[in-house]
Nanobody, 116 residues
């Protein structure tokens, strides 16, 4: 059974930085892409950033130039470096993994709170 476990969430002041990590386990299929999504107060899950197995990355406009995604697909890990955090970045952040067999998996989420 595939499991994704996120870590690194917490409380940070506006303008601060935070790093998230996600590790997947339980399946031997190769990774096509991994990414981060978030759910804010409206409970809509939106893409934050994703990276595929060619190293190509994609970001939401709201986080471009502030967040950086990276991955180690041999270890099924993905990271999100978040800088210059804003109040509106407050959300539950979910890790996502898309395997080459077409399966998608989600983590349970980690809370990021930006507050002074």
């Amino acid at each position: 059974q595939v499991q994704l476990v996120e870590s690194g969430g917490g409380l940070v002041q506006p303008g601060g930085s935070l790093s998230l990590s996600c590790a997947a386990s339980g399946d031997s299929s190769r990774v096509f892409a991994m990414g981060w999504y978030r759910e804010g107060p409206g409970n809509k899950r939106d893409l934050v950033a994703e990276i595929d197995n060619t190293g190509r990355s994609n970001y939401a406009d709201s986080v471009k130039d502030r967040f950086t995604i990276s991955g180690d697909f041999s270890k099924k890990k993905v990271y999100l470096e978040m800088n210059s955090l804003k109040l509106e970045d407050t959300a539950v952040y979910f890790c996502n993994m898309h395997q080459t067999d077409g399966m998608y998996y989600w983590g349970k989420g980690t809370l990021v709170t930006v507050s002074s």
